[in-house]
């Protein structure tokens, strides 16, 4: 066993696959996509900002043999997909001032982490979003495809709920599950760059620096949870919604509201 920090937190969560071997490895077994990087920047932003909310992606590798960007994100309970589809749309309008026509010149791919909000399907810890051409049935156009951008929401809080998903992906589920209570056993995975990850955020590793924004974060995000719990108290003290709608509304999970 080795203690780890968790990947709850932004901080360890950008220091673990801000490495060009995870961060491919990553999204090769995500996407397919084997990108060819030199870097994969943290907290990346577009000057001058596209829109009038400033977008920040948290990691961001462009593939510029293949025209291939992607993003990393990581959500937290409380983020909707709204904004996860807003970065996504940023970086797309970004690189059409390269175009010539209306084209777009990449692909976009964008991951989305979250370590803490439950899958909206039960039984599936991976869904996709994409801008594919559709007939009013649902089926793709496939003369009408071009680039196929996609964001991938990817939930990590039941990392056993989807047995169907892809062996790859799930062994990067459960190892970002695993971190969560800050040790890990390296010999439960196969994959080499899991362990490397694990490596990079060990606790020894850990600087005070990292610890100081850890902390920070960690202030932020009770304070958010007790806004929450404030909500829901007044939701239930209403007495007109039930307790399922009421996590629903609020994130909070239904033995949370149960007992307030």
């Given amino acids: 066993m080795i203690k780890v920090e968790s990947l709850q937190y932004d901080t360890f969560f950008k220091k673990g696959f801000r490495d060009v071997d995870i961060f491919t490895g990553l999204v090769k077994d995500f996407t397919g996509i084997h990108l060819e990087i030199d870097e994969v920047e943290n907290d990346k932003v577009f000057d001058p900002p596209i ?13 510029k043999k293949n025209r291939i960007i992607v993003e990393a994100q990581h959500g937290y309970s409380t983020d909707d997909f709204d904004r996860f589809f807003y970065y996504h749309a940023i970086a797309m309008a970004e690189i059409i001032h ?57 939930f990590t809080k039941d990392p056993l709920c989807d047995l169907n ?64 719990l404030k909500t829901a108290r007044n939701l239930k003290a209403n007495g007109k919604l039930m307790n399922e709608e009421i996590a629903e509304m609020t994130d909070l999970t239904l033995a949370e509201v149960q007992v307030l």
């Avoid at 829109?51 to 593939?63: C, H, N, S, T």
């Avoid at 810890?125 to 049935?137: A, G, K, P, S, T």
Wanted: hydrophobic letters at 35%; a negative charge.
């Fill in 51 to 63: 829109g009038r909310v400033k977008a920040r992606f948290d990691l961001f590798a462009q593939d």
């Fill in 98 to 154: 390269s175009s010539e026509d209306y084209r777009f010149p990449k692909l976009i791919i964008t991951l989305v982490f979250f370590t803490e909000k439950t899958t909206p399907k039960a039984d599936k810890n991976i869904l996709v979003q994409d801008l594919e051409i559709r007939d009013q049935d649902g089926e793709i156009i496939e003369k009408a495809r071009r680039l196929k951008h996609q964001i991938i929401f990817v």
């Fill in 165 to 228: 998903a892809p062996e790859p992906c799930r062994q990067w589920i459960e190892a970002i599950n695993d971190t969560l209570d800050k040790q890990v056993d390296e010999n439960d995975y196969d994959n080499p760059l899991i362990k490397q990850l694990f490596q990079a955020i060990s606790k020894d590793k850990t600087t005070p620096e990292e610890y100081a924004q850890m902390k920070e974060e960690f202030n932020q995000r009770t304070a958010v949870k007790d806004a929450l």
